[in-house]
């Protein structure tokens, strides 16, 4: 007997429908790439590279690190929210990437709300001050003191969307007048430091900066953490002299929009077992960020509050776009 078109049609819906939870249950068959859309070297390189092993190990397939820099992280993000949805292609990124750039930067060629499936986050640093021993102060209330008594403000080294929003922040809650001097990175803002030629920063933690200061060259003033920093005991946090000031930085991993969601659970589960490694929180301990791991959904909240935490720090410090 002939099969109607409806009947045709129905039954190649239920096939399709069948064919989804069975191609993620192979998943992967094939090498996956891992965008990371900073410069290598850096602290997202370092811990893509350190992941890239054990996830391996957990998903059965190579781990192709890429690196893809520019416009502050906006190339490589736009490149994996243009790729296929298919868990092949992901990125490795930091904050600034879903949920600083898009606002201050409307030309950005993505809308992180839309254009990524949230896997996990793997990471958090706070942003720290630190200074050379010469600066005039050696704490929070010396620091907000002395800026308070210049009548042009201090001069502070930025690198990156959350440093220089971090720089607003602190700012606004001191009082204070900044004026933000713009670095390509932690390393040439540590020269510039070390130098005395902008003698003040802030920036994530790292090896080399606790090198710096535990040898004497540095100084830390404050730690953008609402309470004691366990990564960095000892270092005051900036709340305690500007109350609810908290500033830091996160990493994550994101697929491209549309990626099924046994898929993004497969890749969250592998991300989970790869950090759960041996040595690998030693080696993020290393440089300055703790460990932490999020659902997808928990991600995408998270990516949801933080553009309107940028939003709102925009209005209130009306900061240019760029």
């Known amino acids: 007997m002939a099969l109607s078109r409806r009947s045709l049609l129905t039954a190649a819906a239920l096939l399709a429908l069948a064919a989804g939870p069975a191609a993620a249950q192979r998943y992967p068959t094939k090498p996956i790439r891992l965008v990371v859309n900073f410069a290598a070297g850096g602290t997202s390189d370092v811990m893509a590279r350190a992941l890239a092993k054990p996830l391996s190990t957990a998903l059965g397939q190579q781990i192709i690190i890429e690196n893809k820099t520019g416009a502050l992280g906006a190339i490589g993000a736009a490149e994996v929210a243009r790729a296929a949805p298919d868990g092949y292609t992901l990125l490795l990124t930091t904050q600034g990437s879903l949920t600083e750039i898009p606002v201050l ?36 209330k010396s620091f907000v003191a002395y800026a308070k008594s210049q009548p042009q403000g201090v001069d502070l080294s930025v690198t990156g969307s959350s440093v220089k929003l971090g720089a607003y922040a602190l700012a606004g809650a001191a009082g204070i007048r900044i004026s933000q001097i713009p670095y390509a990175g932690q390393g040439p803002a540590l020269t510039a430091a070390l130098g005395g030629h902008t003698p003040l920063a802030l920036n994530t933690s790292s090896t080399t900066l606790m090198q710096h200061v535990q040898a004497g060259r540095l100084k830390l003033l404050g730690v953008g953490t609402p309470g004691p920093y366990k990564l960095l005991p000892g270092v005051a946090p900036i709340a305690e002299t500007l109350p609810g000031y908290t500033a830091s930085a996160w990493w994550g991993v994101f697929a491209p929009a549309g990626t099924p969601p046994d898929v993004v659970d497969r890749l969250y589960q592998a991300f989970k077992r790869a950090l759960a490694e041996p040595g690998i929180d030693e080696l993020f301990v290393a440089n300055g960020v703790s460990q932490v791991t999020t659902t997808p959904a928990e991600l995408g909240a998270i990516v949801a509050k933080g553009i309107e935490q940028t939003r709102a720090l925009v209005k209130q410090h009306h900061i240019p776009q760029e």
């Open 105 to 140: 930067s409307p030309q950005t060629p993505y809308d992180p709300r839309t254009a990524f499936a949230p896997v996990t986050m793997i990471g958090e640093s706070p942003l720290v001050l630190f200074a050379h021993p010469s600066f005039p102060a050696s704490d929070m």
